[in-house]
């Protein structure tokens, strides 16, 4: 009888801490990606579509984000391969990041049968130190770029995060 209890007790609260999720899908945008309901989405200039993390407490002032951009060129994916550019992308970001510093080397995978490219790095927005994980990605011509941000040190979104990145489908 106590296995029984123990197990609708155990049962019961992993239950209740299961996320409810959304799903993104717009027909102007060729994605689709789960977040959790907590989470906001936005789209914004050049359908560069957000989702914002809740506040974590009354005194938080950041709300950690995952955004996809999306740059169209035939190019892509066909002649231009991610390790060809990733050198001009860590020029960019030194040139347009406050104190951009890599903190890992970058990491490659697959995703959506794509070759992909993850880069780490902290830098300043505005006064404010924070980490940023970037997947770069081609395909269909289009280059996606999708950057999970927070401030350095906190880290209470990760694993929310990720999951909206890695549920992203390209259509």
Request: hydrophobic share 40%; with cysteine.
């Amino acid at each position: 009888m106590h296995l029984i209890l123990l197990y609708l007790l155990s049962f019961i609260s992993t239950f209740a801490s299961a996320q409810t999720l959304k799903t993104f899908a717009n027909p102007t945008i060729p994605f689709t990606a789960k977040y959790p309901a907590t989470w906001e989405n936005k789209i914004k200039e050049n359908k560069r579509v957000f989702f914002t993390s809740p506040l974590e407490n009354a005194v938080d002032s950041f709300r950690q984000n995952v955004n996809i951009g999306i740059t169209y060129n035939k190019e892509f994916g066909t002649t231009l391969k991610v390790k060809n550019v990733l050198s001009d992308i860590y020029k960019e970001l030194n040139r347009s990041i406050t104190d951009f510093q890599p903190i890992a080397d970058e990491k490659y995978f697959k995703w959506n049968g794509v070759d992909a490219c993850e880069i780490s790095y902290t830098g300043f927005v505005q006064d404010t130190k924070a980490k940023f994980i970037q997947w770069f990605a081609f395909s269909k011509g289009r280059l996606f770029t999708i950057t999970y941000s927070t401030i350095l040190g906190e880290d209470a979104f990760i694993t929310q995060a990720l999951a909206i990145m890695k549920s992203m489908e390209i259509k």
